[in-house]
């Protein structure tokens, strides 16, 4: 047993085998340092004034390339022919591009929108009929987490084809307001009303000034826009806010906003409904 024993330990564990072991314990972990240095030396010199997705799109390229360096120095240093791996991996690689062409495209979109800088990390956007905020730009694809906490997947190639808006890219927005008066109302008295709302609500700008446009005379009333101007963080706060400003204020000094009045007919043979008039005692 212990002939067997010796016989198996001169054979597999001879020098050589241990100074092959170390230099690929000492590839690995001296490869995984340079990567990790790397990728620091990057994020903080050349990509330090760069936007957060094109920092992770480096990231991912300085990753993927350094592993995959490593894991050729670790086969080569296991005696494997690098030429006939590299001539391998060249007819792989024509196979897989010409199979992935979608991929390839999706990659080359992402380049253009990382330097086209429309919109970041963070950004609410609207991309067709999907809006939300900018989760992540990957190589393949961005992802776009909506308002109700859910996650769209958009291909790059679609992105750069299609219309996109960008609401909060800059830091300062404006709200519009669709309002209607009544004839009979004073419209330098809704004016004053409305800027003194305006003025009076501490989530609203005093430069840019608030707007307004009496836009035409319609079927029930006089339709006016209103627009106040605010920091984009504040939206949801700046919408409830004002519209309860407008509505306090209208109410306060009398000011009749119309609506639509509805009649129901249900055919020829109900009877109409009876109005009465009573008579003021």
């Known amino acids: 047993m212990d002939i067997l024993e010796n016989n198996f330990f001169s054979r597999y564990f001879t020098i050589e ?13 001296i490869g995984f340092l340079f990567v990790r240095l790397l990728n620091f030396v990057v994020r903080r010199s050349i990509t330090r004034n760069a ?3 094109a920092k992770a ?8 390339g350094g592993w995959a360096l490593i894991t050729l120095l670790v086969l080569s240093e296991l005696g494997l022919r690098l030429s006939a791996l590299l001539g391998a991996a060249g007819v792989v690689g ?3 591009g010409i199979a992935s062409q ?4 999706n990659i080359i979109s992402g380049f253009f929108l990382m330097s086209d800088k429309t919109f970041e990390v963070g950004d609410v956007i609207s991309v067709g009929t999907k809006t939300g905020v900018v989760h992540s730009l990957d190589l ?3 992802k776009l987490r909506t308002f109700d906490n859910t996650l769209i997947r958009i291909p790059n190639d679609s992105i750069i084809s299609t219309e996109i808006t960008n609401i909060t890219r800059f830091p300062i927005r404006r709200m519009d307001f669709k309002l209607q008066v009544a004839y009979k109302e004073s419209l330098p008295k809704v004016k004053q009303l409305l800027f003194e709302a305006a003025r009076a609500n501490p989530l609203c700008l005093d430069e840019p000034e608030p707007f307004l446009l009496f836009k035409e005379f319609g079927a029930s009333g006089v339709e006016l826009q209103f627009a106040v101007w605010f920091e984009k963080s504040d939206y949801v706060s700046v919408k409830n806010s004002v519209f309860e400003d407008i509505k306090q204020s209208f109410d306060k000094a009398g000011i009749e906003i119309p609506f639509q009045h509805i009649t129901l007919y249900a055919g020829s043979d ?3 409904l009876p109005i009465r008039h009573f008579a003021a005692p």
């Open 17 to 29: 085998f241990l100074h092959e072991t170390i230099q690929i314990v000492l590839i690995l972990v």
């Open 51 to 53: 936007s957060e997705q």
């Open 57 to 64: 799109i480096f990231h991912k390229i300085i990753t993927y």
């Open 94 to 96: 024509i196979a897989v």
């Open 102 to 105: 979608k991929s390839l495209g």
């Open 140 to 142: 393949l694809s961005i």
């Open 270 to 272: 109900t009877r109409p």
